[in-house]
Each structure stands twice: as structure tokens, then as C-alpha cells.
């Protein structure tokens, strides 16, 4: 009669282990944790390595090893059955979150269902912003948006990896994104700000005007100029928030006022690199013709 392995033996307690856990991505370090943590109760040896132990589950369970492409550094992980790309874009930082279009997603501010999903891991130290010029603005807008490169393909998406300044996850918040799984997102008020900000990582102008329309009832202006402040961006985006509110309508002028208490010094851009624009005096802005 052959003996079976321990590991072998122990099969239908790690699968329990595994199918009762609300986590369904691993990197490889949280799998030696969990085999360090179980190996005196599964009796397996000393000598029985974490290599020998990821081999097993591979290839007599349901786990699944993922490898995302990065270019600046590809990224190993394990899934436990299939799991969605937020459930495996957050295992990639567990103090990054998801914004722009993602975000919009998330919080029902667009009909569209986003093949990139955006997340951002903050760099460690805030950048600084210099003085301001209207020559400097205009060379910058007139220019293409520098957008990320740092993207892997998982599965029928993309994950879009950025380096957003350091804010201390201002405007963070956490939700449900099914089956007990939680995941970090800007908050209404932060995601209308960032997609003003980067509309190239939010479905571009149109779908930026459609989400303010599709906010109306469902966040406090009070907190995203108090956000707005916080981030104390060197661009005047407030001309561009303030566009966009009086554009979807719904906003009363005390809200509106919010914004325009707010300097308009210099000439601004709805966007980068515009080819025909119309001028919208009252904030300052250059917009998309027939934009308006």
C-alpha cells in the first residue's frame, strides 16, 4: 500500500482554508505566510519548501498563477479561482486605489464599462509647482498629455498602474465590490476632481461633462472645493470644475459661487492638445467647439 504525502493528507484542510477565505489573490510572499502559519497543523516537514508547496496547489487545487507584463516590473500573483482585475489590481498595493474612469464606474457616473482599469499608487513625496505664467500654460495645454505606459493585459482588460502625487489618500474611501471583497476608491468628490484633471484616463471631455450631469444629488460641492483646496494643484482646474457645473445644470448659484470665489487669473484649458476650441469667458477657459 503507497502512503500519501502529508501534503497530500492535509489537501482538504488547506482547500477549506482557501475556499472559506474572503481573499482571493496572493503574491507569493502571503502563501509562504499562510504554509509557515498551517505547516506544524497540515504535519508537513521542514524540509518541505514553499516551491514544493505552490507546485501542489497549482496543480491539485484551484489556484491559478497570474502573471501581470508590467514594463517597469512584471508582477507574480496567484489567484484562488478566478478573480476580477480590481481584486487583482488592489493586491498590487494595499494603500493604492482606483480612480478616474474606474472610479466613474464604480460610482454609477458613466454607462460605459471601461476596459482599462485605473489604479494609482502614490509617489512617496509631493512634487513641487513653480510659478505660473500664461506662456507656460499655453505651451503645456497646447502639447499632448503625457499619459502612463506602465500597463499589463489581464485577462479581457488592462490594468493602468499610476504615479499620482502624494495626497495621503486624501478623498479615499472603501466599497464593496461583491462577494465581501473590498477595494479602495476616490470618493465622488475626489473622482470629479481627478477626472477634470486627467480626462485622457476618463473617457475624454464628453464623458467627463456626462458624469457632473449624472452627480447632481449624490455629493456636496462644500467638500469637493474643500478636497480642491487640499490638493492646492498649481493649474487653475477650479475654472474647468466651475464650467463643468454650470454646463450640467442642476447646480444652484450658491454652489456655483463655491467656484467663482475662487481667483481667475490666467487663461485656461478644458483640455490638452485641442485642435478647434470656442472661448468661455466668464471662466476664463478654452473648451472643444460646440463644446459649450
Known amino acids: 500500500m503507497v502512503r500519501k504525502p502529508p501534503i497530500a493528507l492535509a489537501k482538504p484542510d488547506l482547500v477549506r482554508l482557501f475556499d472559506e477565505s474572503p481573499k482571493r489573490v496572493y503574491s507569493r510572499g502571503e502563501l509562504?505566510?499562510?504554509?509557515?502559519?498551517?505547516?506544524?497543523?497540515?504535519?508537513?516537514?521542514?524540509?518541505f519548501t514553499l516551491t514544493e508547496f505552490v507546485s501542489f496547489l497549482l496543480k491539485q487545487t484551484r489556484l491559478k498563477a497570474v502573471r501581470l507584463a508590467f514594463p517597469n516590473r512584471p508582477v507574480a500573483r496567484f489567484t484562488w479561482g478566478d478573480a476580477d482585475a480590481l481584486s487583482v489590481a488592489q493586491s498590487l498595493r494595499a494603500d493604492g486605489y482606483f480612480t478616474h474612469?474606474?472610479?466613474?464606474?464604480?460610482?454609477?457616473?458613466?454607462d460605459q464599462i471601461p476596459k482599462t482599469v485605473y489604479f494609482n499608487c502614490e509617489q512617496a513625496i509631493s512634487g513641487g509647482g513653480g510659478a505660473l505664467?500664461?506662456?507656460?500654460?499655453?505651451?503645456?495645454?497646447?502639447?499632448?498629455?503625457?499619459?502612463?505606459?506602465?500597463?499589463?493585459?489581464?485577462?479581457?482588460?488592462?490594468?493602468?498602474?499610476?504615479?499620482?502625487r502624494n495626497t495621503g489618500g486624501l478623498g479615499v474611501i472603501a466599497v464593496d465590490v461583491g462577494d465581501g471583497t473590498q477595494v479602495r476608491v476616490t470618493s465622488?468628490?475626489?473622482?470629479?476632481?481627478?477626472?477634470?484633471?486627467?480626462?485622457?484616463?476618463?473617457?475624454g471631455v464628453h464623458e467627463v461633462a456626462r458624469a457632473f450631469e449624472k452627480a447632481r444629488g449624490l455629493f456636496s460641492v462644500n467638500k469637493l472645493v474643500a478636497l480642491l483646496k487640499k490638493l492646492n494643484f498649481t493649474y487653475p482646474y477650479h475654472q474647468a470644475i466651475g464650467f463643468y457645473l454650470e454646463r450640467a445644470g442642476g447646480y444652484g448659484p450658491a454652489q456655483l459661487d463655491l467656484l467663482r470665489e475662487f481667483e481667475r487669473q490666467f487663461d485656461?484649458?478644458?483640455?490638452?492638445?485641442?485642435?478647434?476650441?470656442?472661448?468661455?469667458?466668464?471662466?476664463?477657459?478654452?473648451?472643444?467647439k460646440g463644446f459649450q
Open 32 to 47: 509562504a505566510k499562510i504554509l509557515a502559519a498551517n505547516r506544524s497543523f497540515w504535519r508537513l516537514p521542514e524540509r
Open 101 to 110: 474612469f474606474t472610479a466613474m464606474h464604480l460610482h454609477g457616473l458613466t
Open 133 to 164: 505664467t500664461q506662456e507656460g500654460i499655453d505651451r503645456a495645454f497646447k502639447a499632448k498629455c503625457r499619459v502612463s505606459k506602465n500597463v499589463a493585459s489581464y485577462r479581457d482588460q488592462t490594468i493602468c498602474l499610476l504615479n499620482g
Open 188 to 203: 465622488i468628490e475626489r473622482t470629479l476632481i481627478d477626472i477634470v484633471v486627467r480626462p485622457v484616463y476618463s473617457g
Open 268 to 288: 485656461f484649458y478644458l483640455a490638452h492638445e485641442m485642435n478647434q476650441t470656442q472661448y468661455v469667458p466668464e471662466w476664463r477657459l478654452f473648451v472643444p
